[in-house]
């Protein structure tokens, strides 16, 4: 029998699946994706925020700095390869949202590991955005911006069309077979397989024992004639100022229906969120209305690894809203440890889960 056609047969074109065929393809790897046109994922309608300390207490992710280094490395590149801008580092005014949140910002300042990121507080009314509802104060945010997710996706799926990397069409299960040479998924053969399926997963009949915990997300793409400002705004809502002009901001959260259909619901939720932060301000014209499906982990965790008894089906998925983050550092180690040097992270191997 000869070798397999293809090494890693990669099914999902969302951020997850096309950072990790990116990683492959520069370690010269054979792949190929398997995509039904972003069908229900959360990339295309991702803000693609990039923020270090994540929640209310402002907890730092681990592998922050390896995380960071590898999501400016590896966008830029992508930047000189695909010849559009993608990668933009700007500041976030984090707002507290009642007085007594200063004391996790007091804890954090404390911690080596969290100071480079927290700027200095500013008292109530002091943000510098007169239309800001920023009463009980905040503080400034370092190492943080964003990812021009749906642009990269674009231009990713355009290149891997034209290499013949990229099959659009939904994945079949039925259709997968284990023979003597690897794997094969109608005549292709291929090594291993990767699912980058986003929340598709916990249907997937390999991987449905994950402990994913999908959320859908909505957000909002606004135009002001008003500048509202030029930072991120980040209070109980988010306010990203858009390179090309107007603005988003999200996002909601609902565990009950998974779909990536637009609703009147959020829409109205978001404007009255919009309203709390710009009390003095009209309400702005939307211009975009959008909706995708997180896949949010239980520990918040990626999920990275082997399948327990079919070792050639793998898994690279988990990373909620924080991958545009997250994603590029992972995918190297998880290609490194594809090719047998290192090991994953702990707290990110699916066999955590034994």
Not at 160 to 178: G, I, K, N, W
Request: hydrophobic content about 40%; proline content about 8%; overall charge positive.
């Amino acid at each position: 029998m000869g070798a397999p056609d293809i090494d890693y047969l990669i099914i999902g074109q969302g951020l997850a699946g096309s950072l990790l065929a990116w990683t492959l393809l520069q370690r010269r790897q054979r792949i190929h994706l398997i995509d039904d046109h972003h069908s229900g994922s959360a990339s295309l309608a991702a803000a693609g925020l990039v923020n270090p300390l994540g929640g209310m207490r402002f907890n730092r992710l681990p592998h922050l700095e390896e995380c960071l280094a590898a999501a400016g490395e590896d966008y830029r590149a992508l930047e000189q390869v695909l010849g559009i801008p993608l990668w933009h580092p700007l500041g976030m005014v984090r707002l507290f949202r009642e007085p007594g949140q200063r004391r996790f910002w007091e804890r954090r300042r404390d911690d080596p590991a969290c100071a480079p990121y927290l700027g200095a507080p500013f008292p109530p009314g002091g943000s510098g955005y007169a239309q800001l509802d920023d009463r009980h104060g905040g503080f400034r945010q370092r190492h943080t911006g964003y990812l021009a997710v749906s642009r990269l996706l674009r231009a990713l799926r355009d290149r891997f069309r034209a290499q013949d990397l990229l099959s659009e069409s939904a994945f079949v299960p039925d259709a997968l077979h284990f023979t003597p040479r690897g794997l094969r998924y109608g005549e292709r053969h291929c090594r291993r397989l990767v699912f980058c399926e986003g929340h598709r997963a916990t249907r997937n009949p390999w991987f449905d024992w994950l402990p994913l915990q999908p959320a859908k997300g909505e957000i909002l793409t606004l135009g002001s004639e008003t500048p509202l400002a030029d930072e991120i705004i980040n209070a109980r809502h988010w306010l990203l100022p858009l390179a090309e002009g107007g603005y988003r901001f999200g996002a909601t959260n609902d565990h009950q229906r998974l779909d990536s259909q637009p609703t009147t619901e959020a829409r109205q939720a978001l404007l009255a969120g919009f309203q709390a932060l710009f009390p003095h301000l009209p309400t702005p014209a939307v211009t975009d209305h959008r909706a995708g499906v997180r896949p949010n982990t239980s520990d918040r965790r990626p999920l990275l690894g082997a399948h327990p008894q079919h070792p050639e089906l793998l898994v690279f998925n988990g990373f909620g809203g924080r991958g545009s983050l997250t994603i590029p550092w992972h995918a190297r180690v998880f290609a490194n440890w594809l090719d047998g040097r290192g090991e994953l992270p702990a707290d990110a191997d699916i066999a955590r889960l034994s």
